[in-house]
C-alpha cells in the first residue's frame, strides 16, 4: 500500500492553504483529519482513494476529495454513499455548497438538479454529472479518482443532438468540446449536425449554408479555431430549426425514369412549381444512380431557368448542398438534396424585376446569346490548346456593354474554355466589384456586391464540378455565366468613383507592420472600429507584398469572423473569398480577392460577440478553470 497527498475539503470548516504537491492547494480540513490518504487499486486494477471510515463520511455526509485529478463529492446519503463530480456541469460551481435531500443533489448557484446515484440531470440545459466507482471495505470508504459517463462517447452524442434539438448554445459547445476530447473526428460532428438540419426543417436553410462554409475551411485552422468553427456552424443550424416542421420525406419513381427523361421533368415541375414533383424526380435521379456530375448539371440548368434566382441565392444553396455532401459523403444524398426543394419551387427570377427589362432588355439578350451557345461548344470541343484568357475575360466582364460580354462568352467557349474557367473569370470580376466598392454608396448595397460574387462562386464551382466528371458543358448550363455577366455589368456604378486598392497606385504600406503576427493583430485591431475597411484592406495588401504565409492570413480572417456574432453574409464572403484565392494563389488577382473579403468582413465588424462568450465558458469549463 502507498501513501500519496490527497487533500479533503469538508463543508463548514474553516479554510487552511498550503503547498503539497508542487501547486498551491485549499483544503477544508476537518480536526485530527489527515493530510496524505491511502490509496489501493480494486480487483479490476483501477486506482482508488481512501476517505475515511463509513462513519466520519457518514457524519460528514459530504467529502471533497482534490488531487492529480478533478476534485470529486463523495455524498454519504442514508445508508449509501455516491461520488460525483465535484463541478457542477451546467458552469463549474463547487456541488459542496449545494444540498441534498431525498437523493437529490441541488446546486444553488443555478438551481441545477442532479441524482446522486446516477449523476442523472434533471435539468436538461445542465447536462449528467460524471460519476466516480466507490467501494466500501472493512468499514472504510474508498473511491476511485476517476470520473466518467455511464455511455462514454454516446453521453457527449446525445448531448449534441439534446443541444441542437433545444438550441442550447452551451450544451452545443460542451459536447463538441467533449466529443473532439475523446477523438471524433470533426467531419463527424458536421455529419451529424448537416443530418439534423436536413430532417428538421422543410428546405434548405442559412445555417447548413454556414455549416458547410465553415466545415469547408475547417481543416486549414488551428485546433481551437476550428473547434469555434464548428460550435459556430452547428449552432447556426440548431437556431435555424428551432420552432420549424420537421421535413415530410418523400418517395422515389421506382422504377426510376431514364435520366434525360427525369432532366425534362425537372425543369418542368420547377417552372409550374410543384413541390410533390420536384421530389419525386430528384429521388428517382438519386435512387437510379445518377452521378454527382450529372445530378449537379440537372439542377444546374433547372435552378437558372429563372436568372440570377433569388437574388443569387438559390444556386449558392444548390452549389453548398453538392459541397456539403463532397464532405460527409453522397450516400446522404436523399436526405440533403431534397431540402432544394423549397427553394427550386419558390424562387423568383430577375426577369420580374425591372432592372433586367427596362431601359433595355437584358434578358433577351442573354436567351440570344445562349441561341448561339451550341455551335459554340461544338467549335470550341475540336480545339487541342488550353485556353488561358481568363483575367482578360474578367475585365471584359466589368465593361459597359453586355453585347460585348455575351460576345467574349461565346468566343471564350469556341475557343475551347473550360466551363470552370468561364466562371472562374466571372467570380473574379465579381470580387472587384466588391473590392472596389466606393465608399460613396449606401451600406447595404455592399450586400448587392456580395449577391453577385458568392453566386459567381457557385457558377464556377457548379461548372467545374460537371467538367470535372467529364461531361460537355451544355448551353443551358453556361447561362449561369451569362446571368451572372449581366447582374456585374448592372452593379458597375458601384465602383463609381472605383475605390483604390491598397499596394497600388504609389500606395507603398511601408507604416504597418514587417512582422507577420503584427500584421495579423492589426488586422483584427482595425476590426475592433467602424469605419477601419480601407484598414483592413491595407494590413492584407501588405501581407501579400512580404510574401508572408498565407495559411497564417487565412486564419485571421476567419478569425475576424468568428469571434463576432456574424450574418449569414460575412460566412458567405469568407468561404467564397477563400475558395477563389485557392483558384488564383498569391498572384495579383488572388490580393485582390481577399482584399475584397477583408474590405466586406471589416464593414460588417463590430458586433457584440454573445456567442463567443458562450464559446470561451465552455473552454474553461472543458480546462476546469473557475467561473465564479
Known amino acids: 500500500m502507498s501513501h500519496h497527498p490527497i487533500d479533503l475539503e469538508y463543508e463548514g470548516v474553516k479554510h487552511l492553504s498550503f503547498a503539497g504537491q508542487g501547486r498551491p492547494y485549499e483544503a477544508l480540513l476537518m480536526p485530527n483529519a489527515a493530510r496524505t490518504m491511502d490509496t489501493d487499486k480494486s480487483e479490476a486494477g483501477a486506482e482508488f482513494v481512501r476517505v475515511g471510515t463509513l462513519e466520519e463520511v457518514a457524519a460528514r455526509r459530504m467529502t471533497v476529495v482534490s488531487g492529480a485529478h478533478p476534485p470529486i463529492l463523495v455524498i454519504s446519503d442514508g445508508a449509501r454513499c455516491f461520488a460525483v463530480d465535484n463541478r457542477c456541469p451546467h458552469l463549474g460551481f463547487p456541488l459542496h455548497r449545494g444540498t441534498v435531500e431525498d437523493g437529490i443533489l441541488t446546486c444553488h448557484w443555478h438551481h441545477a438538479r442532479f441524482d446522486v446515484a446516477s449523476g442523472g440531470g434533471f435539468d436538461l440545459w445542465a447536462d449528467d454529472l460524471p460519476t466516480a466507482a466507490v467501494e466500501v471495505r472493512d468499514g472504510d470508504v474508498w473511491v476511485c479518482p476517476k470520473l466518467r459517463h455511464a455511455d462514454g462517447k454516446e453521453h457527449g452524442r446525445r448531448r449534441l443532438r439534446d443541444g441542437m434539438e433545444h438550441d442550447l448554445g452551451l450544451v452545443i459547445a460542451k459536447a463538441i468540446l467533449g466529443l473532439r476530447a475523446q477523438g471524433v473526428a470533426a467531419i463527424d460532428l458536421v455529419r451529424e449536425a448537416a443530418l439534423f438540419g436536413a430532417r428538421a426543417r422543410a428546405d434548405w436553410g442559412a445555417g447548413l449554408t454556414v455549416l458547410t462554409a465553415l466545415a469547408n475551411l475547417h481543416g486549414v485552422l488551428p485546433q481551437e479555431l476550428g473547434d469555434l468553427a464548428l460550435y459556430k456552424g452547428i449552432t447556426r443550424v440548431s437556431r435555424d430549426c428551432a ?110 424585376s425591372n432592372a ?15 441561341a448561339e451557345l451550341p455551335s459554340a461548344i461544338a467549335a470550341g470541343a475540336g480545339r487541342g ?88 458543358p451544355s448551353a443551358q448550363c453556361l447561362r449561369a455565366v451569362l446571368h451572372g455577366a449581366v447582374r456585374v455589368y448592372l452593379l458597375r456604378f458601384l465602383n463609381v468613383p472605383p475605390a483604390q486598392l491598397p499596394g497600388e497606385d504609389g500606395d507603398r504600406l511601408d507604416d504597418l507592420p514587417s512582422d507577420a503576427a503584427a500584421l495579423g493583430q492589426g488586422f483584427l485591431d482595425a476590426l475592433d472600429r467602424h469605419g477601419s475597411t480601407e484598414l483592413a484592406a491595407r494590413h492584407v495588401a501588405r501581407h501579400f507584398a512580404l510574401s508572408h504565409d498565407f495559411g497564417a492570413l487565412v486564419a485571421t480572417l476567419a478569425q475576424a469572423v468568428l469571434r463576432e456574432d456574424a450574418g449569414f453574409h460575412s460566412y458567405q464572403m469568407l468561404e467564397a473569398g477563400v475558395a477563389q484565392f485557392r483558384e488564383w494563389g498569391p498572384t495579383r488577382e488572388g490580393r485582390h480577392i481577399l482584399i475584397a473579403a477583408a474590405r466586406y468582413l471589416a464593414a460588417h465588424s463590430p458586433t457584440e460577440r454573445s456567442d463567443l462568450q458562450t464559446a470561451v465558458v465552455a473552454h474553461k469549463l472543458a480546462r476546469g478553470e473557475k467561473l465564479y
Open 385 to 472: 490548346r488550353r485556353w488561358d484568357a481568363t483575367s482578360g475575360l474578367a475585365q471584359t466582364f466589368l465593361g459597359d456593354s453586355v453585347p460585348a460580354m455575351a460576345q467574349a462568352v461565346i468566343h471564350a467557349t469556341a475557343e475551347g474554355a473550360a466551363p470552370g474557367e468561364l466562371g472562374r473569370a466571372l467570380a473574379y470580376a465579381a470580387a472587384l466589384r466588391v473590392a472596389r466598392f466606393g465608399t460613396a454608396n449606401e451600406h447595404s448595397d455592399r450586400d448587392a456586391a456580395h449577391h453577385a460574387f458568392t453566386y459567381a462562386n457557385a457558377v464556377h464551382r457548379m461548372l467545374a464540378r460537371i467538367g470535372n466528371g467529364g461531361r460537355a
Open 356 to 370: 433586367w427589362r427596362h431601359p433595355v432588355d437584358l434578358i433577351k439578350l442573354a436567351e440570344d446569346a445562349a
Open 243 to 352: 420552432a420549424q416542421p420537421a421535413r415530410r420525406a418523400g418517395r422515389a419513381l421506382d422504377p426510376a425514369p431514364p435520366t434525360d427523361t427525369l432532366a425534362r421533368w425537372l425543369r418542368h415541375w420547377t417552372a409550374v412549381r410543384h413541390r410533390d414533383g420536384i421530389e419525386r424526380t430528384l429521388l428517382a435521379a438519386i435512387a437510379g444512380g445518377a452521378t454527382p456530375p450529372v445530378l449537379a448539371e440537372m439542377l444546374l440548368v433547372a435552378a437558372t431557368d429563372r436568372a440570377f434566382a433569388d437574388g443569387g441565392h438559390l444556386l449558392d444553396f444548390v452549389n453548398k448542398a453538392f459541397e456539403l455532401l463532397d464532405l460527409i459523403g453522397w450516400t446522404h444524398a436523399e436526405t440533403v438534396l431534397p431540402t432544394l426543394v423549397e427553394p427550386l419551387a419558390n424562387a423568383r427570377g430577375a426577369e420580374e
